[in-house]
């Protein structure tokens, strides 16, 4: 049983808005907010997109538009795998055991035997999962996995699944240190409550968890970067 951290500072409440654009969070001042996710989508690197497709057209020698539809179809499942083991780890870090039955190219209950144990090994003391967050700083907003103690530090934690085990580098180019910054920065504003610490957790498709340990003071520059370049973006873009 995971033990949980009631606070004396109430998290403020904030409301979900989808619109063709992205994902929004409404503020309970009634700003909106885009979240996390979405206001880095207008980064994506589409130079590795390209290479991506040029990459499954060699290797099933399909057409440009049929490795695209294979791209996509991928992407879908990965995210929809992606989705169920978040659903499961919430589930389990709040003290019940979920169970999927959707059929998938990968035992999504396999992979989530093996979070199962490294959660046991490493996780207690939660703060929080699923938790909405927002900052009126950086003018973003976005639904934190987890808030709990990493091997007994305060701690961020993001769950990531991947067809492949990931490297330091992919992590950085996917913006997975500049995220969980975000979510940290924006904890501390809802909360008071200062993390010094992310934790990303990759689950690969074999069945492996690999912890990739973020001190956020790294990355709050590089998050503030990005957040000029996006701006920068939609100003020659609108």
Not at 5 to 30: L, M, S
Not at 36 to 63: A, C, G, Q, R
Not at 153 to 175: A, G, H, Q, W, Y
Request: proline share 3%.
């Amino acid at each position: 049983m995971f033990k949980h951290i009631n606070h004396t500072i109430e998290r403020p409440f904030v409301k979900t808005a989808h619109d063709e654009t992205g994902h929004y969070y409404i503020t309970p001042d009634g700003k909106k907010y885009p979240s996390i996710t979405t206001i880095f989508k207008l980064l994506d690197d589409m130079s590795w997109y390209e290479h991506w497709v040029n990459s499954i057209m060699k290797k099933l020698d399909m057409t440009k538009k049929e490795a695209e539809v294979e791209c996509k179809r991928i992407g879908n499942e990965s995210m929809e795998v992606g989705t169920e083991l978040h659903k499961m780890a919430e589930g389990y870090l709040n003290n019940s055991y979920p169970v999927t039955f959707g059929r998938y190219e990968v035992d999504i209950n396999m992979l989530f035997e093996s979070l199962k144990e490294h959660l046991d090994e490493h996780v207690n003391n939660i703060h929080g999962t699923e938790s909405e967050l927002y900052s009126d700083e950086l003018e973003l907003a976005g639904t934190v996995d987890c808030i709990a103690e990493y091997d007994g530090v305060l701690s961020v934690i993001d769950f990531k699944n991947s067809r492949k085990p990931k490297t330091n580098s992919e992590c950085k180019k996917k913006n997975y240190y500049t995220q969980i910054t975000a979510y940290a920065k924006m904890w501390e504003f809802c909360t008071g409550q200062k993390i010094d610490q992310g934790v990303i957790l990759v689950i690969s498709w074999d069945g492996k968890v690999k912890p990739f340990i973020v001190k956020i003071d790294d990355h709050e520059e590089e998050l503030w970067n990005k957040l000029i370049e996006i701006e920068q973006y939609k100003a020659l873009n609108s």
